[in-house]
């Protein structure tokens, strides 16, 4: 067998070079079931080694959220230093108690990290976002979302906290950042006051995209932040201390360029199978370059497009 037949539809039997053969690809399915598999179990064997390096900047997501709010018609949120602590706390803890949730596995809420910060609240909001490389993807990421739009859009915030915290989360190096909305007491009661009891509205998932969910809480009255002191502290973990060393391997990374690098290849043999074959005057009954091409660019375009980002 010539080499060049693996690249090359055979002089005189016209078959398919060997690298676009159906058994070629079936192969190229294979490997990479083999290495998606491979990739779940180092993050079960070697948790941290795998995972995404991101550059998101706290300052630069409350930038770009009052953007959006300004874009809006709507006043900026401030930054709260207890907002920040609160939000610091609730990423400490996702990682502590290894979840991806508004609602701990031992039961903490949302409302228990803010109130525990000292932050006695009459509106508040939480919305959370996971392996994003920048902050313009975050924001944006949660603006697409119907919720989590609702969240930055919401005419009753007056106060911001962000967190961006970096480490292992089932096995998976990330980056967690976590953003709280909220309004003091103090501020809600003198321009609206709220009656009727505790209203709390959980927002359902959203249509535009999976995990896509936000969450908000109304109250009427000022929660005790006394009651909620200890749940903080514990919210402290080990992860504070640790230092977070980068991954060896953004897995994420090599899946799509090994990807592309397959599509294009393919690309190109299925061209040259084209051309060849054209010069040659050959018909094919089982020759279906041009769809093949299409298939091809669309895969294409959805490996390119495709983001390990995740908002709930």
Known sequence: MKLSHFFLPHPETHKKAHLISSWALAMYLILFLVLYAGIKTIYVVQPGVLGVNSAID??????????????????????????????????????????????????????????????????????????????????????????????????????????????????????????????????????????????QSIQTPSESGPSAQGISEVLDESPSPQANVKQLAQAKTLIASEKITDPLTDPYLALKVSGLSLLFGLFVLILIDLYIIRRRAIYRISSRHLPHLALISVASTVLYNLSPGVII
């Not at 907002?83 to 610091?88: C, F, G, H, I, V």
């Open 58 to 199: 706290q300052q630069e997501i409350i930038r770009l959220t009052n953007l959006q709010r300004e874009k809006n018609g709507l006043g900026p949120v401030s930054e709260d230093s207890r907002l920040n602590t609160a939000a610091q706390a609730k990423a400490e803890n996702m990682f502590a108690e290894n979840y991806w949730a508004h609602y701990s596995p031992s039961g903490k809420d949302p409302w228990v990290f803010i109130n525990g910060a000292g932050y006695s609240f009459s509106y508040a909001g939480e919305n959370l976002a996971k392996s994003f490389y920048t902050s313009d993807e975050v924001v944006n990421a949660w603006m697409n979302s119907k919720t989590h739009k609702e969240n930055i859009l919401n005419k009753n915030y007056k106060n911001i906290g962000i967190a961006v915290v970096e480490g292992t989360l089932n096995g998976e190096k990330t980056t967690l950042v976590v953003q709280e909305f909220g309004t003091p007491v103090d501020v809600a009661v003198a321009q609206a006051p709220v009656r009727g009891g505790t209203v």
